[in-house]
């Protein structure tokens, strides 16, 4: 069974960082891409970056570039996002899901989401 | 970038269908997928790559991609359906993964 387990989420003030976790569990974590979503409160779904199987590619959206970064370590099956220099606006509940294969595939696993709030 | 156009309210009787459109410049060149997100919930995906259902998702959903406008059909409505639906595609020009801004199906 494909599970995932977002961690690392809470309260943040403006310009701080945050480091999100997602263990992964139940499939090959090296052969498919992986991606993060995000949703503001009472918002929409909000795609904030993507890597690759391999995580050789990474992209990101506009809102984050240069600010966020992705990464994945294949020995425990984790999958990272470093956020520095938060603001209000990256308040959510930031999503880890699992693709169907490469990097512009569909998503085919969701986690439960951790919620992360940048405030003073 | 590329834009998807969702209406944000559909509204239908049980029992009954509800369509829920996604417009997007020529779309049917696109893999879209649709997501469920029920109130509290994490989204679920109950259609990929245009019209593949993923196991345990009820054949009642089904979907077209064609065009301009890519559509979620949902026969015989039940209260179990109220949620928010989202299309998504992948856009390669840039490297983009792109989200309908949803649209939230009510069951009367």
């Known amino acids: 069974e494909v599970q995932l387990l977002e961690s690392g989420g809470g309260l943040v003030q403006p310009g701080g960082s945050l480091r999100l976790s997602c263990a992964a569990s139940?499939?090959?974590?090296?052969?498919?891409?992986m991606t993060w979503v995000r949703q503001a409160p009472g918002k929409g779904l909000e795609w904030v970056s993507v890597i690759s199987a391999s995580g050789g590619k990474t992209f990101y959206a506009d809102s984050v570039k240069g600010r966020f970064t992705v990464s994945k370590d294949s020995s425990t099956n984790t999958l990272y996002l470093q956020m520095n220099s938060l603001r209000a606006e990256d308040t959510a509940v930031y999503y880890c899901?699992?693709?169907?294969?490469?990097?512009?595939?569909?998503?085919?696993?969701w986690g439960q989401g951790t919620l992360v709030t940048v405030s003073s | 970038s590329y834009v998807l156009t969702q209406p944000p309210s559909v509204s239908v009787a049980p029992g009954k269908t509800a369509k829920i459109t996604c417009g997007g410049d020529?779309?049917?060149?696109?893999?879209v997928h649709w997501h469920q997100q029920k109130p509290g919930q994490a989204p679920v995906v109950v259609i990929s790559?245009?019209?593949d259902r993923p196991s345990g998702i009820p054949e009642r959903f089904s979907a077209s991609n064609s065009g301009n406008t890519a559509t979620l059909t949902i026969s015989r409505v039940e209260a179990g359906d109220e949620a928010d639906y989202y299309c998504q595609v992948w856009d390669s020009s840039p490297d983009h993964m792109v989200f309908g801004g949803g649209t939230k199906l009510t069951v009367l």
């Open positions: 020529n779309i049917g060149s696109h893999s």
């Open positions: 139940g499939f090959t974590f090296t052969t498919y891409a």
């Open positions: 790559s245009d019209s």
């Open positions: 899901a699992k693709q169907i294969s490469g990097y512009d595939s569909s998503v085919d696993y």
